[in-house]
């Protein structure tokens, strides 16, 4: 079994290039997935959140106001690396027990798709790495239309992130996810003959 991280810049595609890997067969982890989880009302990621930034950023249902965290972590470098530490620690131990289930069951491609690869330094627990890549123009974009956030919001999002060209040169595979889905799907392709020989 394969185990493949597929990572890149906001907005560049990585959730449409894991859709098409799974396509083909592969099975998907969803670190965003697991994050919103452990990011649940009582569990230990919440926990760890509210003992760290008090119960202001709750909602009155108990969920995290996620608006709210992100005003106060986007802005300030040292309140981010506090929300990462509370947070990514549990992530990443549920993210190999997921890869540990899914070698007991599967034998084929499994693709973690995972946002902030680089950022947290988790390259060493992956047999290869996929860096989507696209344009500022296409990235800004994509998120208008699939996002309600301001122009603000986006930049702090991307700019809290490593430059695409640093994770492009740290890749295995590269999918350049700038000129339509059909081109996409025919990268992706190629990627898959020769991840799965």
Known sequence: MVVVAVTGGFGTGKTTVSQMF??????????DEIVFELEEPGQIAWHNIVNEFGKTVLNADKFLNR????????????????????VHPEVLLETRKRIQMAKT??????????????????QKHFDQIVVVTASEKTVLERIAQNRKMSAIEINQRIQS??????????????VDNDNGLSETRHQVQLIFQQLVG
């Open 22 to 31: 799974s396509e083909r067969g592969a099975e998907i982890i969803d670190v």
């Open 67 to 86: 608006g709210k965290l992100a005003a106060l972590v986007f802005n300030d470098k040292a309140a981010l690396q506090k929300l990462n530490d509370c």
């Open 105 to 122: 069951r599967f034998d084929g491609l499994v693709i973690v798709d995972i946002p902030l690869l680089f950022e947290v330094n988790w």
């Open 161 to 174: 992130q490593f430059p695409l060209a640093h994770k492009k040169q740290r890749a295995n595979f590269v």
